[in-house]
């Protein structure tokens, strides 16, 4: 998708919600096991309920692939559906893949052409070389990990200190590699307190925003430290969402949390109209 | 597999050479387009050609994917023909996995669970909890990034210098997570000149050695600069075996081009004797 859509979808459904679909089959509503493939139900009965409060669909690759070449199958079948049913919807791999050249080639061959999704997040720690494969594809954009919101991100993406830390780094140098308009940057709503200094090194640059809700990330504070000029921001929401009910009440319990989220967005983005 | 059964295969066979299975339909044989499978069947036929000189098989997943859901069938053909055939061979999953711990823990599931490697490589960047949910596997192994064999490496890996980098901050840190006698880590072959600090952090864990062959690194200086003890080296070859020929002699020239390199360390192993 060209971003221009996006941005023109953020302010037609005054919204910048991801719903992350991280469908488990050890969570979903009983009732659905019964169905021929489960996973795809309940992810079919969510975007049919929600697409018309969020504005993209973030796929973790690894609740698929737990469940082997099946899993992968309804990975298939999930992104397929969304690009027949709602091309309005802004698709993001969560993948978190990266290598050496040849093998990113192969990794964005498998999302953006065998599967056709928007984006695909990736992590930066092999440098340039294996993120340059993703960025050559037009109006697709690659979403690289900056901040993230576990505590483990205090680890490394911290090092070797705050003033010059390791996310900085990456954050900085990735602008000068080629195609770098093709980038986005994840950071995670628990470290909204950075984000004034982030936008200070990627003014432009979307940023995706996992951590609201079952990580317990602050959307106000998210928004008044992260937006720039064209909002810029995806704020995705996972569990708190899908498992807002595991009963046949699911969908209406999940609507009731985006809706939330939604109305809480809406008011965010007064000041765009 | 118990690395016991690795070290003894490594004095058996005297070899410590990891076949990479980087299998692209593009590149294989001619004749074998014609096979229901032609990447299962070219795996199998150099699985069952060079199982005598290699300890290893490394299965680099972007490959796979690139196809869709039937390269994860590919892929699960694959693994278990290895694990029925050849259970003496050691698997890696070359997947450079990591994310948050829910994540991971589902990651760790589809690589060690559904499909049953031995081995996953995974990316260091989001710290403690993303790798943990994948040490708690008993007689499983973990393969973190260290110091990557490509040019990209230099971007983050050697920041913010060279004494204080990156890369030794992964080792020292990851010593000190929980199971991390589980843990190996990845080390380029083209950065052997590094391999005598490395040790010097990491005296028992197994290095896997990427970059021999089409990257261009040297396997007598990784093994001078890298070996320990219990030799505690993996060195892969993918490329520059698996494409020896892409004509019906495939197989003939990949097995000439793995002796030379498997002759090599019996000659480095003498001491081991």
């Known amino acids: 998708m060209n971003l221009e859509n996006l941005h023109n979808q953020i302010k037609l459904k005054k919204s910048f919600l991801c719903l992350g679909l991280d469908s488990d089959i050890s ?7 019964k169905e021929n493939d489960p996973i795809f139900s309940f992810n079919k009965s ?50 978190k893949r ?13 999302f953006f052409k065998t599967l056709d999704f928007d984006s695909i997040t990736v992590s930066p720690y092999m440098g340039s070389d294996s993120i340059e494969p993703f960025l050559k594809y037009k109006d697709k954009q690659t979403i690289m990990l900056g901040l993230t919101s576990n505590k483990g991100a205090e680890d490394f993406q ?8 390791l996310f900085k780094r990456v954050l900085s140098k990735s602008k000068n590699w080629k195609n770098s308009h093709n980038l986005m940057y994840v950071v995670g709503a628990t470290k909204s307190d950075y984000l004034k200094d982030i936008r200070k090194i990627v003014p432009d640059n979307f940023l995706l925003i996992p951590g609201i809700g079952a990580q317990g990330g602050s959307l106000k504070q998210t928004f008044e430290n992260g937006a720039n000029v064209n909002v810029g921001l995806l704020v995705n929401s996972s569990r708190s969402i899908i498992y807002a009910s595991n009963k046949e009440d699911y969908l209406i319990e999940a609507y009731k949390v985006a809706a939330e989220l939604q109305i809480e967005m809406k008011d965010l983005l007064v000041s765009y109209d």
Chains 1, 2 share one sequence.
């Open 27 to 33: 969570k979903i509503p009983n009732h659905l096991l």
């Open 46 to 95: 969510l975007l049919d309920s929600l697409q018309e409060l969020i504005v993209a669909v973030k796929i973790n690759t690894a609740f698929y692939e737990a469940n082997g070449s099946n899993g992968w199958i309804t990975l298939e079948k999930t992104i397929n559906y969304i690009n027949q049913n709602y091309p309005e919807l802004y698709t993001i791999a969560d993948a």
């Open 158 to 165: 911290l090092f070797p200190d705050l003033e010059n830390s």
């Open 98 to 110: 990266g290598d050496i050249g040849n093998t990113s080639d192969k990794y964005a061959q498998a």
